[in-house]
Structures are given as C-alpha cells and as structure tokens.
C-alpha cells in the first residue's frame, strides 16, 4: 500500500514539474520571423509572419507538418511571398507549437512542429491552427506533406508532389510529374504535360484528372474500391478483373498508376481557362 502511495506522489510531482516548466517556457519563448503578435483576450492569441524571398527558376517549395490549411496562388514572377497566421486560445498553447522557414539556393522550406513536448500538453492540451497563404512564381518543384486541411494551388510549371494530407487537395495545374499518397479527401489536379507520369496511391476520396489535350498516358488502376470513367474523346476504359481498369489516353505514352482508391476516378479535359478558386 505504501508503494502504491509513494508512486501515486511521484507521478503528481513530476505532473506538476511539467506543468512549470511548459509554463516557464511559453513566458521565455521567442518568434523572431513573427512581426505581429496580438493578444486579443485572455482565451485568443494570434500571431503572423510574413516573409519574402527571391526565388531561382525551378526552385523547390517544401511546405510540411502544417495544423491548417494551406493557398498557394502563382504568377510570372520570381518573388515568393509568405504568410501565415496562427491563432490558439492563449499565448501558451501557441507555443506549443513552432513554423520554421529556411531560405536557401535550392528553395524555400517551411516546416511546423511541436515544440512543448510537457507531459499534460502531449495528453490534454489542444493545438493552435494554421493558415499558410503563400504567393510563388509558377516555375517550382513544389512538395505539400502533412497537412491536417485542405490544400490548394494554382498553375505550377513544375511537379507536384503531395503526401500525407487530410483535407481535399486541389491543384489547378501541374507540369511534368506528380504524385498524391495517403490522402483524405477528393484530388482535383490538371496536368498540362506528362514527362516522367503520375503516381496515386492510399486515397480516401474521388479524383478527378483534367488532362491537356497533349497529354499522351497509359492509365493502370488496382484496388479500385469505385469506378474509372472517362468524358475524353476517344478513350475506352477496361475493366478487366474487379478493381482493376485500365486506358490508353492519346498515343499512350507516360503511365498514370493508381492503386488503393476508395473512390472513384474521373478522366476530363484541361481547358486554358481552368483555374482553382483557393477557398478555405
């Protein structure tokens, strides 16, 4: 019994030891990149940044680990402007949580992370949101992965790649390549050229591919849990197991592979005009 007692004592002591020093922290923690640090009321505090870069001719954008959603407008241009907003209850539970933006040659990174790793924060504390609004010159690589929201961009003269997202996924062009893993929600994606082929797998949700008419594939699907079909001229979809499809779009070409869709596939044509509205 004395046993029991002096476990029970020890875990409240060191319960409470995490409490002050996750307290301690959050009064002694520094934004550097935060211009704008507002606390509203005593349950809301919100804080932005905002930076801008140069960025060379088909430079890497990595955005990661964000608890919000994330708009991505593009243009001829060559600057990339970022902002974010991130809001919580108070200013302790926005230092749960970090952004770091790193600036190099290659491109632009912008990682969020835990940084209140306490016992009660990691078990009871809640989390702040995170809006990413970024404007970039539409010559990138760019690569989206962890993402707790939606997720949209426009035109992109470059591959895409987008991983581990859970909210729909919206992409008004991409050029190249692309790929899309583990994904909750439908993917809306246009594809103005395919050099190097698609690459889709663990999708929750419907997708649909807009294809340029210079577009030349070869579609390979298994473990459809939904259907394939096709509104583009020409183009006969194969059925030929259950789960299984298969068509050539073109002259053949390139390979779009899927596998693992719980939903369904829907071929389309990419027309100039297409464009994404970037809603949250």
Not at 4 to 22: T, Y
Request: charged share 20%; aromatic share 4%.
């Amino acid at each position: 019994m004395k046993r029991i007692i002096l476990v029970v004592l020890l875990v409240g002591i060191a319960g409470i030891a995490g409490v002050v020093h996750s307290h301690s922290k959050g009064n002694g923690s520094a934004w550097p990149l935060t211009i704008n640090s507002d606390q509203q009321s005593a349950g809301d505090a919100r804080e932005e940044i905002r930076q801008s870069y140069e960025l060379a001719s088909g430079a890497r954008v990595d955005v990661s680990g964000i608890n919000g959603w994330v708009k991505i407008e593009t243009s001829e241009g060559k600057t990339a402007d970022v902002y974010i907003e991130r809001i919580g209850e108070s200013q302790e539970i926005l230092n749960r949580r970090r952004i770091t933006i790193e600036n190099t040659s290659a491109g632009v990174t912008i990682r969020g992370e835990k940084s209140d790793n306490s016992f009660f924060s990691r078990v009871f504390g809640s989390s702040p949101s995170e809006h990413v609004t970024l404007k970039l010159p539409r010559q990138i690589y760019l690569v989206v992965s962890g993402v707790n929201g939606s997720v949209s961009a426009g035109n992109v003269d470059g591959p895409v790649e987008v991983h581990g997202i859970n909210g729909k996924v919206e992409i008004a062009q991409a050029s190249g390549s692309a790929e899309f893993h583990g994904i909750n929600g439908n993917i809306s994606v246009g594809l103005k050229q395919l050099d190097k082929g698609i690459d889709i797998h663990g999708i929750n949700g419907n997708i649909e591919l807009r294809l340029s008419e210079d577009v030349n594939a070869n579609l390979e699907a298994h473990g459809m849990n939904g259907n394939v079909t096709s509104d583009l001229p020409n183009v006969v979809v194969d059925k030929s197991r259950h789960g299984s499809y298969s068509a050539q779009i073109g002259n053949g070409g390139s390979a779009i592979s899927a596998s693992g869709i719980n939903g369904n596939i829907r071929l389309t044509r990419m027309v100039s005009s297409d464009s994404i509205h970037l809603g949250s």
